[in-house]
């Protein structure tokens, strides 16, 4: 799955999450929490859409190094890369 | 039979917008069923039946706007007469929705009105009977139905937008916090390794969707001290607190766009931590998409909230009227603690406790705090 690909599946994502923000403009490489009104509830369901949507399960020793953008894409690749597979009939 | 009134669903609301009616007359209700949504200042409401039974008539369309104690539907109660053998009323009810008073008046009433009022009330919809007269001898005039179209059907238009009644909403309900309730805040420190622990353990173990969140290691702790100090479970009603059998644990979620609500998670005490994650994960979505039912609304017992995530060191919050305490959580840091002779760091949060002092003193309230502390430390027992 090519990058841009997966950045848009977790703007998607994200949009769900924070309706009222346009995350299209969000930074790549700024904090997440900076731009965007979230809590843990929000992460939570975060980490279920991207379990649901790329079959990557980011255990919660892993949060941390989910900042921004950027880090969520090169960790989601980086899984997929592991063997972890988008589930069959999710968003394309 | 049983009149269903239009609820006060929140110790501010004055007046509700039906929706939508869930049943339809005829149709058989179970109690605890939805039976209609309102909507408030704050939320679109599914509000619940508390008697079973069959829907007899529906007195206020969807779209009207009444004030809470409205009579809304009538619902006849097996073993008893239905309705329409009854003797009927000397006129037909109002087919508007009216102040409580003016409804009451006119059962009974003779209408005496001018053509041109029958002509317009017949155009708007306007039950004549329920309309007060100005003109001689009570007889009403075609000014006072238009009169009676603008107290009754105020236009939607001219309402003020959902954020603007959110923000009335609760500047209504802490200002009367702050005029009426004597608080005194306490806090606490409390170390937080043994719960984060055991919950990374327990998280590890489940799939993604069944993880906790600490928040409701916190939520339970708190439903579970309320046994040890059951006056801070409690209302101040008439000049005196009524305690509450049932621990309901009112939870502040922020909204989208400002404002807050904090619904009931129901029976908290009793509930299993997995049970009460669906419960908070299903109430927060709703409460966001502005969805949330009648008891949640009605029951809370106790707020708890969390602005620990939003970044505050500790609360020092408003009661809920008329509940008498909230107990706030700040954010969870990583602190110099001695530990076994040595200091060393480790997590941990403040909780806090506002109450009110009619209800309860300091000495109680610190050892609810603590009663809070202890349950914490044994999370496996929560």
């Given at each position: 799955m090519r990058d841009e690909e997966i950045i848009e599946r977790l703007l998607g994502i994200l949009e769900e999450l924070a309706p009222?923000?346009?995350?299209?403009?969000?930074?790549?490489?700024?904090?997440?929490?900076?731009?965007?009104?979230?809590?843990?509830?929000?992460?939570?369901?975060?980490?279920?859409?991207?379990?649901?949507?790329?079959?990557?399960?980011?255990?919660?020793?892993?949060?941390?190094k989910l900042r921004t953008l950027n880090d969520l894409v090169r960790y989601v690749e980086a899984r997929l890369?592991?063997?972890?597979?988008?589930?069959?009939?999710?968003?394309? | 039979m049983a009149d269903f009134l239009m609820p006060i669903l929140g110790a501010h609301m004055t007046e509700g917008t039906v929706v939508t009616w869930r049943k339809q007359p005829g149709e058989r209700v179970e109690r605890g069923e939805i039976i209609v949504e309102v909507e408030t200042d704050k939320a679109t409401?599914?509000?619940?039946?508390?008697?079973?039974?069959?829907?007899?008539?529906?007195?206020?369309?969807?779209?009207?706007k009444v004030p809470v104690g409205t009579l809304l539907a009538v619902i006849g109660v097996e073993g008893e007469q239905p309705v329409a053998a009854r003797p009927a009323p000397a006129v037909p009810l109002p087919s508007v929705a009216l102040p409580a008073p003016a409804a009451a008046k006119a059962l009974g009433a003779r209408v005496r009105a001018s053509p041109a009022a029958k002509q317009?009330?017949?155009?708007?919809?306007?039950?004549?009977?329920?309309?007060?007269g100005t003109g001689p001898e009570g007889r009403i005039t075609r000014?006072?139905?238009?009169?009676?179209?603008?107290?009754?059907?105020?236009?939607?238009?001219?309402?003020?937008?959902?954020?603007?009644?959110?923000?009335?909403?609760?500047?209504?309900?802490?200002?009367?916090?702050?005029?009426e309730i004597p608080h005194f805040h306490l806090a606490r420190d409390i170390d937080m390794s043994s719960p984060t622990a055991w919950l990374a353990e327990e998280n590890e173990r489940k799939p993604v969707a069944e993880r906790l969140l600490y928040v409701v290691l916190l939520i339970k702790a708190t439903a579970l001290a309320l046994r040890e100090v059951p006056e801070l479970n409690g209302r101040w009603i008439e000049g005196r607190v009524v305690e509450n059998r049932a621990v309901n644990v009112g939870v502040a979620i922020s909204l989208r766009g400002g404002g807050l609500v904090a619904p009931a998670l129901?029976?908290?005490?009793?509930?299993?931590?997995?049970?009460?994650?669906?419960?908070?994960?299903?109430?927060?979505?709703?409460?966001?998409?502005?969805s949330l039912r009648g008891l949640e609304i009605t029951e809370p017992t106790i707020t708890v909230t969390n602005l620990g995530e939003a970044g505050a060191d500790s609360v020092f919050g408003l009661i809920y009227p008329p509940q008498v305490a909230l107990v706030g959580f700040g954010r969870m840091t990583e602190r110099a603690q001695i530990y076994n002779g040595e200091i060393t760091p480790r997590p941990a949060i403040t909780a806090s406790l506002s109450a009110d002092h009619r209800v309860v003193d300091g000495h109680r309230g610190s050892l609810f705090l603590g009663?809070?502390?202890?349950?914490?430390?044994?999370?496996?027992r929560l």
């Open positions: 009222e923000a346009d995350v299209r403009q969000l930074k790549r490489d700024v904090r997440l929490r900076d731009q965007l009104d979230i809590d843990s509830m929000d992460l939570l369901n975060f980490v279920i859409a991207v379990d649901e949507q790329f079959g990557v399960d980011i255990p919660e020793r892993d949060y941390p890369g592991d063997g972890a597979s988008p589930e069959p009939g999710s968003a394309d | 409401v599914e509000v619940e039946s508390f008697v079973a039974g069959t829907v007899e008539m529906i007195l206020v369309d969807e779209g009207r317009l009330a017949q155009e708007l919809g306007v039950e004549l009977s329920t309309v007060t000014e006072d139905v238009e009169q009676a179209v603008r107290v009754t059907a105020r236009p939607l238009e001219e309402a003020p937008d959902r954020q603007t009644r959110m923000r009335q909403a609760i500047a209504a309900a802490m200002s009367r916090s702050a005029r129901l029976g908290t005490d009793r509930r299993t931590l997995d049970d009460l994650m669906r419960g908070f994960r299903d109430l927060v979505q709703r409460a966001r998409a502005g009663a809070i502390d202890r349950m914490l430390q044994e999370p496996n």
